[in-house]
Structure formats: structure tokens, C-alpha cells
């Protein structure tokens, strides 16, 4: 069971927006700065957003983060296919069992 | 731009233990901006942080499997190590190596390697 929670699948078409919430608590995204990362099928993951909404070169702005209270949410508008991934949020847990952190990972189908 | 590669066995016995190097190429393991670390994926699960190095050679692990892990690392040859002991099923995995930036309140990991599979069987 991961420490940060995500929806185990969402879905939408071509064109249209989504978004994948992450939830945790104030020893994890309470107090720290979450990122978001994309698995393509048989790859490694990728850095999409990191200190909440930012964007590393090149990831399009179609990409986007928000971090309220201990939740945390990415949103992807204009979808393709190609975004069909894994997508995962992380962060560091500052509890008795501290360290790195990771939701248990969303599917993204886009239809 | 700094790239990372892992390399070692793909099959390890029970009780063994899992070894495994990743090579830092592009950039300096000693540029003190960043952390070393390993993550790993079992099969169609998630992603569980096993630990970190910084250049200096301290560490700091996931309490789960502190006590089988190893991180250490070798700045003249620009890599660093895991070791996980006393392997069992459990830790057949795809095993990532990262940099990873931490700097409270800031967290990621902004670069990967490629993964290694690593199945524990007799």
C-alpha cells in the first residue's frame, strides 16, 4: 500500500482534459513540494512537474501541477495519444519512516 | 547532458545478495548539487524508494529495507552501488538508479537510467 493515493485508472478523449489527484498527509505533501512522473509503456519514468507546478525544459505546458493542503492534483489538457502512461506524484516523507515517497501510480487511457 | 546506466546480474538466487552499479556519465557524482539514488518497480506494481547516497558517501535508506541495504559510491570512477541481501521473490524488480534533488521543501528526481530487471530465482 503506497503512502500517497492516486485512482488506480482515469480516461478521457482526444482533445479533452484530465486530471489525477495524489492525496497524503502533513508529514508528506503537507510540508513538502511534490513532482509528478510519466511512464511510457516498457520505459523509465520521466520528470513531468517538480516543486509543485513547475515544468522541466521541453515537458509542454500542456502539463500542469497544483498542490493544495496535503493533495495534490496534475492536469494534462489537449490529450493525445501519446500520453497514454503511467503517471505517478512523489515527494519526501518527514515521518518516523521517512523517505522518498511515491503514490501508487494512475493509468491514463486516452479513448 | 548527465545520463545514467545500470549494469549487473539479471538473476540472483534466494538469500543472495542483489548487486548492482550505476554509471554516472555527462556530469560530475561530485557536483554536491544532488543525491544518488535507487528505486525499484516489481512487476506491474509501483515505485518503491530504496535509499540515496550523496558524494561524501552518506546515506539514508527506506526503513522498510534499512537493514539489508548497501548504498556506496566511487567518485573516481563516477558510479555508485547497491547491494540488498538475503533476497527473496520479493525483490524481483526493475531497479532504477536517479539523481535525485532534495532540499527541503523541494523533492524530485529530474534524472533516470534506463532500469535493469532483476529476478531472485533458484
Known amino acids: 500500500q503506497s503512502v500517497l493515493t492516486q485512482p488506480p485508472s482515469v480516461s478521457a478523449a482526444p482533445g479533452q482534459k484530465v486530471t489525477i489527484s495524489c492525496s497524503g498527509s502533513s508529514s508528506n505533501i503537507g510540508n513538502n513540494y511534490v513532482s509528478w512522473y510519466q511512464q511510457l509503456p516498457g520505459t523509465a519514468p520521466k520528470l513531468l512537474i517538480y516543486?509543485?507546478?513547475k515544468r522541466p525544459s521541453g515537458i509542454p505546458d500542456r502539463f500542469s501541477g497544483s498542490k493544495s493542503g496535503t493533495s495534490a492534483t496534475l492536469g494534462i489538457t489537449g490529450l493525445q495519444t501519446g500520453d497514454e502512461a503511467d503517471y505517478y506524484c512523489g515527494t519526501w516523507d518527514s515521518s518516523l519512516s521517512a523517505g522518498g515517497v511515491f503514490g501508487g501510480g494512475t493509468k491514463l487511457t486516452v479513448l | 547532458q548527465v545520463q545514467l546506466q545500470e549494469s549487473g546480474p539479471g538473476l540472483v538466487k534466494p538469500s543472495q545478495t542483489l548487486s548492482l552499479t550505476c554509471t554516472v556519465s555527462?556530469?560530475?557524482?561530485?557536483?554536491?548539487?544532488?543525491?544518488w539514488s535507487w528505486i525499484r518497480q516489481p512487476p506491474g506494481k509501483g515505485l518503491e524508494w530504496i535509499g540515496y547516497?550523496?558524494?561524501?558517501?552518506?546515506?539514508y535508506y527506506n526503513p522498510s529495507l534499512k537493514s539489508r541495504v548497501t548504498i556506496s559510491v566511487d567518485t573516481s570512477k563516477n558510479q555508485f552501488s547497491l547491494k540488498l541481501s538475503s533476497v527473496t521473490a520479493a525483490d524481483t524488480a526493475v531497479y532504477y538508479c536517479?539523481?535525485?534533488?532534495?532540499?527541503?521543501?523541494?523533492?524530485?528526481?529530474?534524472?533516470w537510467g534506463k532500469g535493469t530487471t532483476v529476478t531472485v530465482s533458484s
Open positions: 547516497i550523496y558524494y561524501s558517501g552518506s546515506t
Open positions: 555527462g556530469g560530475s557524482i561530485s557536483s554536491g548539487d544532488y543525491y
Open positions: 516543486d509543485n507546478n
Open positions: 536517479a539523481r535525485e534533488y532534495s532540499s527541503t521543501p523541494s523533492y524530485y528526481m529530474d534524472v
